[in-house]
Each structure stands twice: as structure tokens, then as C-alpha cells.
């Protein structure tokens, strides 16, 4: 078993005494409670425990600091880069190195601003656990930005020839920016003596370090010393300095010598006692030829081992190519004493260094912020190819599965939140493998809260055809309608989800409602079924009874009466409504104008006689067969006219 | 990191054999050898919702149906009986009682409801029923499976609804079917499968060597692949694979310091929980290696419940 997992304590004295069991619930929170196996054939007694007041279920979930609203902004923008970069790459096959470090870069603005709104959180924060929490955060979002900057410079910003140093030093003055603030601020007040301040020397050696010899050499000019002979000989000594640009035609090996030579001139010159007037020039100058002593004096200005390696190579290795960062790096951690104190950060720097690109997407997993990073770069590191060339070297290791894998589990846990379950299919989606799968587990599962939110799961599981889930969703509102009393709103459900059982159910409750009271309900939505009303017998019928009331309503009485008959003659008729068509028929019967004909009259007659017996009808038997006779007669009369 | 957001006092009596969340997450059923079932609404404030009575032995598992056939409990017990409730109107009320097994009922679960509303049910008179709804006559239809396990049956599971790949046979017909995993007394872990009508033994896993305490069939996240978690008195568990149903591989995911007693899937099946006799639950990773790897676990103790 791995020695780095999770244990939580379950504050139970019963789970300690028996054991524990535990249920899932949607998506991955636990419920656990005390538990002991009870052998089934054993004696019905009440166990060792009885009666206890400790019989709780116990609530567990895993910590998911994204789901903190602080860091929405940051899910939701991520997602956008994310959904971008699919969608580029959906629309062509090739991209260009160009386009992947513009992603890199957003997404690395997105990480920027939410260190911003961290900081101005916590700086308005009162309490202190407050503060504890988000300063938490801007330590894990911190080290991912370092991380990510890191990577970006050496998996997806590659310069010809291998070049690194430059970003490098970069990359070292973004993330230690202290000394071109002071810098700055030295030089904007413009004022006699700067050097009486005492972060001045340590702000030029530190801009020493990070490359800025040009703003170091501008502090130094603002020295009140400054035209002395030791400070002009400095000045001109660092602007000597050769620089080494890939662009420049120079060879390594011309600079080499180039650097070479300034470095010897430059040793005359401490060994001529040039700079022994002031110690702190010729520190710089020592530093500037390695001077031993000179470098281990000044390891105090390093907070880590990866802000030294820039400036050690800056000096002893301007030339440096990609490929040899790890030995210089873990000479540097050696330098600083670290070898045995690297913290989480200190060893996936390393590991990026060392390119060993699986180990910092291992070991990236491990951070705290369920995820994020881990999905989100890997996905960009396998867009730009950088995964992909990594198959040829290990075995059974597939790029794309290793993405798939990080997306997926990155999704499920957005799947479950109340609000971000949206985000979450968005990311789905974008694996080709088990996405669809794991959207049709995960999606009938989002709680429906309300019409809207069902309404909303109805058009996430269309786009994706997943119309049974449609239909599902369609007919668990459907059911929870008919049990507040909604039949209208429900019989719109049951339509969508295709459901003719419940079509039928409802249409009976619809039916019979106006059997007892006489009121059709949701007249419009009757009116407007159109084909829909196919889905179930039992609605055709209905729809077609509310089309009668229609018709007889406007005094359309001739169609009225055809479609009454129509619907006598039908098979549909429900048992307990057939006497209703029959009551329908007297005042058609007894209008002035002839409505049914000879034969129609015996229909009705015939379907009256066979009913005879009912009760329902007995009181009504005497009227309906005056009417029937009487409109027989006139029936008769007029039809042997017109023959 | 996992933290302990809440506890829920179920109020029962004597000791909860099962606890189970219903589809959405809302609402909790546990039930208790003081013969009760429990159901809690876990959404708004944890509040109990009914305490249904009709049990007169320890009850040991609850199920909850699917909510596409309105809102299904059923519960098994040491009184030999199964009992289906059903709610209406907040009340929760009998709804079918099988009574047809000659000793303890252990496990109950429903069908994936794509198979329609069935469940299946292991008794310790060693045979399985499985209870299918008539939606015409409103009747229930029993199929027994007679000596399922010698001694007893102590855990059935359901597979998921998975379509037969169609790329590999053109001719096979693409109806979905039933399947059901159940382990023993008799150390056997057994797949069963419905041929017209009938449930047959598909095979036999032999493995185990001590009682098979619970079966697992994971949800299948769309790989044309089964995975059945099985653990043991001998203190494994098992999991078994397979890419047709009938033959199946076994790896031992890990040999525990004592008895294992429940092995669950999470929601789409990428995690195992696995809880035992040594009061501890540990939850279960496959890595893109295929290796299992415990990625947390819980144990008994006594910290404290952050809010």
C-alpha cells in the first residue's frame, strides 16, 4: 500500500467497538456508520451493543477547495481557454507552437488573477482562520504558476538551439520580483545617497543575479561615489559584459572565448587590488569570475536552490543548453544544502528540469486543488505533442489515456456540484473514450431542483442524444407534478417523455374530474395536442371529447353532433364516461334543426337499450327515449322528403 | 484531503446494518437489527421522514428503485420476508410483501431500471428470487433460483445494463440481458443469466477460500468490460474481469488484517470502497497501469466533525 494517503477519523466510540460499513451518494461523498456483520443464522437477540444512542450515519465528502466560491472565477475562465483550445484543434489538424503558448499564457493570467483576488481577500478578511485559509490557497496557486511558467519555458516555448538561460532569468525575476521593484523605486525617488539605504547593495547583487546588469549599473551611478575610479572602471567592466543571443551569428564557442577573455580581464584587474577601495565592488566583480568565497558569501540573497541556478548559470554557464537544467540544478540544490530538505515544489521543479514530464504530471496530482492543474496542463502538454513523443520511451504509456484519465476524473468531480455540473460535461465531453458513458451515469443523477434546472438537463441530454435520459428526466417531473395536483403540467411532461402508460393515467384523471365536476381543466392545452394526442388511446379520446365541447360551445352543433356519434361508434370510449356521451346527446337531439340522422338515432338507441340497466342513466332513461323517438320521426319525415 | 461534514442520528435502537442513499442524493434509508427501516430527508436539516414498521427481525438491507417508478423502498429480514414500500403523499406504505424463502433474507437489490422494475433477493435457505413487476395485471411474478449456494446466499448485485457489442457479431441480437452476481457460504462467487425465462449459472468463481461476505458489479462507464468486486472471510478481495461475462480473470486487490465484510462501487465505478472487521474503510483507485491503489481511508477514532 502507498504511505501517502488520506486517513480520516470517524469520532464514534460504537464504529471503534464493532466496525464500520458505508453507502455512496451521488457523485462521490460517503455515508459511514458503525457496522458489524451478523452472521444470518444466527439467533435473533438484540446485538452486544443494545441499546445504543450512537446509531449515526456519518456525512463524508471529499475537500474540493475549487468548489469555494473565490475560485469560480477560475473554474469558469479556465473552462472557457479549455473549450477554446478543443475547439482550435477541432477545426485543424496541425497547430503551431505559436498558438499553444498563447493557451499556456491565458491560462496562466487566469492563475495571476486569482492570486490577485486572493490577496485582495485577504487583505480584507477579518478573521483569522479566514486568513490561514486563503493564504493556503495563494501558497498552492503560487507554486502552479511557478510550476506552469516553468514548464511553458521548457515544453512549449522551445527556442532554437536549445536556449534557455534568457527565459530562464525571466522566469526568476517573475517570481522573485523584489529586487527590480526596489530598483525602481530607488530610481523614481532620485535621491543624494541612495546607498545610505540598506536594501541598496543587496539590491544590486540581486539584480546581478537575475541578469539586470543594466539597472545595476544605473544604481550604481547614483552612488555618491560614483566617480571614483573604482566605480568608473566597475561601470566600464559590465558594460563590457558580452551577451550570448541565438540570433546574434556568434557560435557558442566564439562567445566562449569572448567571455573567456572579459572574465580574465576583469581577474587582472581584482588581482591588481583595482576594486580593494570598496568592498562591495569587488564582491560584484568576484561574483562576476565565481570567486568561490564571493558566491558563498552572497548564498544568503537565495531563497531557494531555483533562484540560484539561473544566476550561477547566468555566470558560470551562459551558454547553457535545455538538456543539461537538471545537473545544474541538483549542483545547486547541492550548493544550498537542500539535498535532503526538497519540498513538494522544490522536487516537481527538479523533475521539470530533468524533462522527466511524467513524473511532474505524478506528482502534480498530489497538489491539493482536486485537479486543476493536473488536467489543465496535461491536455495543453498533449495538444503541443509534448506527451505524445514520451510513448516511444515508455512502455504500455498512451498519452492520450493518461489526459482522458485526468479529464475524466476532473469532470466527475464537477458533475457533482449543484451549479458547476454543466462545466463538468463540458470537460466530459472531451474525452472520446468513456465521456459519454460517464455523462449518462452521472447526468439523470444532478438533482432537479425545479422546472428550469430540468429544463436545462433536457437540452444538455438532446445535444448529446442521450433521448432516453430526456425522456427520464421528462417523466420523474411528470410524476412529481401529478402528486402536487399540477395534471396539466404533468400531461406536458408525460408528453416529452413518450410515456403513453402515464399519457393514459392522466388522461383518465382528466376524464373523470369532469365526470364528477363538470370542468374540463388546461382547456388550452387540449386545444393545442395536435398529433401528440397518438401517444395514448385514452388522450385521443380526450382530446377529441374537448374538440366536441369546442364545436358545441361555438353552436357548431351539425359537426358537434358528427363528431358525437363518431365517438360513440369508436372503441375508445372509457367505461365510466360512456354514459356522459349519451347525456351529451338530448340537447342535440331535442334543437330545432335536424342534427342526426335515421340511422344515427338508432345508434343512439341501441346504445341506450344495451345500457338500459345502468344506474347511472335510469333517471335520464324516460327523457333520452322521448328525445330519441322524437327526433326519429322528424328524422324519418324529412329524409323520406328529400327522397 | 476527505473532511466529515455532518453526522445524521438515525435514532434506531440497536446497530444499522445498511444505509443507502436514493437516486439524486436527497433522502437516506438505513435499517437496524430493532427490526425498523428509517427513511431521512438528508437535503433539508435531516429530518426524519418515516420510520416504517412491518419487520419483526433485524432488517439487513435496504434498496432504493428508481425514480422513473416513483418512489421504491425494499427491505430484507431476518423474518424471511421482503417487504416493497411505497410512498405516497410523504406516508410510506406496503406495498408488496414476498414471503415465499424459508430463512433470513441477507441482500436485496433492484434491476438498473432499463431491465424494467425487478429485484433480486439472496436468502440464507441458499436461493436467490428475483421479483418482476407486471405492469398489465399490476401483479408481481417470482422466479426462484433453487440452491444457488449451498448454506446460504449472502450478497447478490445486479450488472448493468450493457447492449452486446454489436461489431463482433452481427447475428446476435441486441437485447439487453439480465445478470446477476451472487457470493456464499460456499466460498463461490456465482454469475447468473436470464435464457428465456429461466436463470441459469453462467460459471463459478473459485477463489475464495472462506465465505464470500458481499459482490460488487461495477457500473459499466461505457468499456465493453465487466467488474465484479467480491471480498471475503478470508480476508481478500477479489476483483474479477471480464470481457464476455464467461470467462473471468482474478486479481487480488489486497489481503487485509481481517475479515472484509462490504465492497461498493462509487457512482461511475472508478472508485472501491472496501470496509471490514478491522474498522477501517479504504477506497480503491485503478491507476492508468491497471494496479489498484488505495487512494484514502477512514477509520474509527474520535476526531472531530468540521462544519
Known sequence: ?643 | MVSLLQSIDTGHEDMIHDAEVDYYGLRLATCSSDNSVKVYDIKNGNTLLDDLKGHFGPVWQVAWGHPKFGNLLASCSYDKKVIIWKETNGKWGKYYEYANHDSSVNSVQFAPAEFGLVLACGSSDGSISILSYIRENNTWDAKKIQNAHAIGCNAVCWSPAIYPEPAFDNNSEHTLKKMLVSGGCDNLVKIWKEEQDRWIEVCKLEVHSDWVRDVAWAPSAGLHRHIIASCSQDRRVIIWSSDDAITWNSTVLHTFDDVIWNVSWSLNGNILAVSGGDNKITLWKQSLEGNWQCISDVGKGSSQINN
Open chain 1, 1 to 643: 500500500m502507498e504511505t501517502d494517503i488520506n486517513t480520516i477519523l470517524i469520532p464514534s466510540k460504537l464504529c471503534n467497538r464493532a466496525g464500520v460499513s458505508l453507502a455512496w451518494k451521488p457523485c462521490n461523498d460517503l455515508g459511514i456508520f458503525a457496522y458489524e456483520r451478523k452472521h444470518s443464522g444466527a439467533q435473533d437477540k438484540p446485538s452486544q451493543y443494545y441499546p445504543t444512542s450512537e446509531a449515526s450515519v456519518f456525512h463524508v465528502r471529499q475537500d474540493v477547495i475549487l468548489f469555494r466560491p473565490i475560485l469560480r472565477k477560475l473554474i469558469n475562465e479556465s473552462n472557457g481557454t479549455f473549450l477554446n483550445l478543443q475547439e482550435l484543434l477541432a477545426r485543424k489538424s496541425t497547430n503551431t507552437q505559436e498558438e499553444m503558448l498563447n493557451f499556456s499564457r491565458q491560462y496562466r493570467s487566469i492563475i495571476r488573477a486569482c492570486l490577485e483576488s486572493l490577496q485582495e481577500d485577504i487583505a480584507r478578511s477579518k478573521s483569522e482562520a479566514d486568513k490561514d485559509e486563503l493564504q493556503n490557497y495563494i501558497t498552492i496557486f503560487y507554486s502552479i504558476e511557478c510550476i506552469w511558467h516553468l514548464c511553458e519555458i521548457l515544453f512549449i516555448d522551445s527556442t532554437p538551439g536549445n536556449v534557455v538561460l534568457p527565459h530562464l532569468l525571466e522566469w526568476v525575476r517573475f517570481h522573485f520580483p523584489k529586487y527590480e521593484r526596489n530598483a525602481a523605486e530607488m530610481l523614481c525617488e532620485n535621491q543624494e545617497e541612495l546607498e545610505m539605504k540598506p536594501e541598496y547593495w543587496p539590491t544590486i547583487i540581486g539584480l546581478m543575479m537575475q541578469g539586470r546588469v543594466r539597472i545595476a549599473r544605473g544604481l550604481l551611478k547614483q552612488h555618491s561615489a560614483a566617480d571614483t575610479r573604482a566605480f568608473l572602471l566597475v561601470d566600464q567592466c559590465l558594460k563590457a559584459m558580452p551577451q550570448f543571443d541565438v540570433y546574434s551569428g556568434l557560435s557558442a564557442s566564439e562567445f566562449h572565448l569572448q567571455w573567456q577573455h572579459w572574465v580574465m580581464d576583469i581577474q587582472s584587474k581584482i588581482d591588481a587590488k583595482s576594486f580593494a577601495s570598496h568592498k562591495n565592488l569587488e564582491l560584484l566583480m568576484k561574483i562576476v569570475v565565481k570567486d568561490e568565497l564571493a558566491w558563498s558569501e552572497i548564498k544568503k540573497h537565495f531563497e531557494t536552490w531555483y533562484e540560484l541556478l539561473p544566476a550561477w548559470l547566468f555566470y558560470a554557464e551562459p551558454s547553457v543548453k535545455s538538456y543539461e537544467l537538471g545537473t545544474f540544478a541538483k549542483y545547486c540544490i547541492r550548493q544550498m544544502g537542500l539535498e535532503n530538505k526538497l519540498k513538494h515544489l522544490d522536487t516537481v521543479l527538479l523533475a521539470a528540469m530533468e524533462y522527466d514530464l511524467l513524473e511532474v504530471i505524478k506528482e502534480i496530482q498530489k497538489m491539493s486543488e482536486n485537479g486543476w492543474f493536473a488536467t489543465h496542463l496535461a491536455n495543453l502538454l498533449y495538444h503541443s505533442g509534448q506527451l505524445t513523443v514520451l510513448e516511444k520511451d515508455v512502455d504500455n504509456f498512451s498519452a492520450k489515456a493518461l489526459q482522458e484519465f485526468l479529464i475524466v476524473d476532473y469532470g466527475t468531480m464537477l458533475m457533482g456540484h449543484k451549479s458547476l455540473w454543466q462545466v463538468g460535461l463540458s470537460y466530459l465531453d472531451h474525452c472520446s473514450e468513456s465521456g459519454i458513458h460517464i455523462i449518462e451515469l452521472l447526468l439523470p443523477r444532478v438533482p432537479v431542483d425545479n422546472e428550469y434546472k430540468a429544463q436545462k438537463i433536457i437540452r444538455e441530454a438532446v445535444k448529446r442524444e442521450l433521448h432516453h435520459i430526456a425522456q427520464f428526466v421528462c417523466k420523474v417531473q411528470g410524476m412529481k407534478c401529478v402528486k402536487r395536483g399540477r395534471l396539466g403540467s404533468a400531461l406536458t411532461w408525460a408528453l416529452k417523455s413518450q410515456d403513453s402508460t402515464l399519457v393514459s393515467l392522466l388522461a383518465n384523471r382528466f376524464l373523470k374530474d369532469y365526470a364528477a365536476n363538470g370542468k374540463l381543466r388546461n382547456t388550452d392545452l387540449l386545444f393545442n395536442l395536435g398529433p401528440t394526442m397518438l401517444s395514448s388511446d385514452r388522450l385521443i379520446f380526450l382530446g377529441k371529447y374537448y374538440e366536441f365541447h369546442k364545436l358545441y360551445q361555438d353552436r357548431q352543433f351539425q359537426e358537434a353532433g358528427k363528431l358525437l356519434i363518431k365517438l360513440l361508434e369508436s372503441k375508445i370510449i372509457p367505461k365510466y364516461f360512456w354514459y356522459i356521451l349519451l347525456l351529451e346527446t338530448i340537447p342535440l337531439l331535442e334543437s330545432e334543426d335536424i342534427i342526426f340522422s335515421s340511422n344515427d338515432t338508432y345508434m343512439i338507441i341501441n346504445f341506450m337499450e344495451e345500457n338500459q340497466f345502468d344506474e347511472r342513466i335510469k333517471d335520464k332513461l324516460d327523457v333520452l327515449r322521448l328525445a330519441t323517438a322524437r327526433n326519429l320521426s322528424r328524422a324519418v319525415l324529412y329524409e323520406s322528403e328529400l327522397n
